[in-house]
């Protein structure tokens, strides 16, 4: 079975200049994670969807950032103007279903911003 | 919101000895916690997760104990063997599409 792959896996961008980063769930899971894992800090959820609907985006800085999973498959995370703070790896997840289920993690989207 | 505090951040310990990371939560109605692990440069991956209805679970050297009344969960290692050298995350979950929380993580060093 596939993971959750993410793209691109590195990307460095000049403050002010738009980002977007692609998420593909393992195939089936309903659930789906965007967290934002500054280095020595845990990760922090900025949205969770349940297929193509919002759960919770309550820590998502929505001047700058912004999230769309239009199929309820793949998704996209976008930060517009991005700033010297957004440096972070960006991690997305997905579940199956939207209980208990182990949450599995894609490698991270490492972002340096300038 | 939930406010997690993961203690302690460092820990270090000799190959063999045992570690315990004690994780504490605000929100009352949090009903499942679990611990990740992450390897420096790696994902996170989930290691061990308990229920509420549930106080204890065990696999092989990882126990998590749960205490609803305190409001938090520990995860222990037995006869730790450098591999298990991470961060480990606490992540409670609450509501109905357990969203969950991530503590700062701590960071545990097992010196063979």
């Known amino acids: 079975e596939a993971g959750v792959a993410q793209s691109p896996r590195y990307k460095i961008i000049e403050k002010r200049q738009s980002v977007a980063f692609w998420c593909n769930p393992i195939?089936?899971?309903?659930?789906l994670y965007w967290y934002q894992q500054i280095l020595g800090q845990g990760p922090k959820l900025l949205i969770q969807f349940q297929n193509n609907g919002v759960v919770d985006d309550s820590q998502l800085p929505k001047d700058r950032f912004s999230a769309e999973r239009l199929k309820g498959v793949d998704s996209t995370l976008k930060i517009q103007p991005a700033k010297l703070e957004d440096s972070a790896v960006y991690l997305c997840?997905?579940?199956?279903?939207?209980?208990?289920?182990?949450?599995?993690f894609g490698p991270g989207t490492r972002l340096l911003v300038l | 919101g939930e406010n997690v505090e993961q203690h302690p951040s460092t820990l270090s310990v000799q190959e063999g000895d045992s570690a315990v990371i004690k994780c504490t939560y605000s929100d009352s109605a949090s009903n499942y916690f679990p611990w990740y692990k992450q390897e420096l440069g790696k994902r996170p991956q989930l290691i061990i997760d308990?229920?509420?209805?549930?106080g204890e679970k065990k696999d092989q050297r990882i126990a998590v104990t749960l205490n609803k009344t305190a409001k938090h969960f520990s995860l222990h290692i037995t006869e730790t063997q450098p591999e298990d050298s991470a961060v480990y995350f606490c992540a409670p979950s609450s509501g109905g599409s357990y969203i969950p929380t991530f503590g700062r993580g701590t960071s545990l060093i097992v010196h063979p």
């Open positions: 308990i229920r509420s209805n549930v």
């Open positions: 195939s089936g899971h309903a659930t």
């Open positions: 997840a997905s579940k199956l279903g939207q209980g208990k289920e182990t949450q599995y």
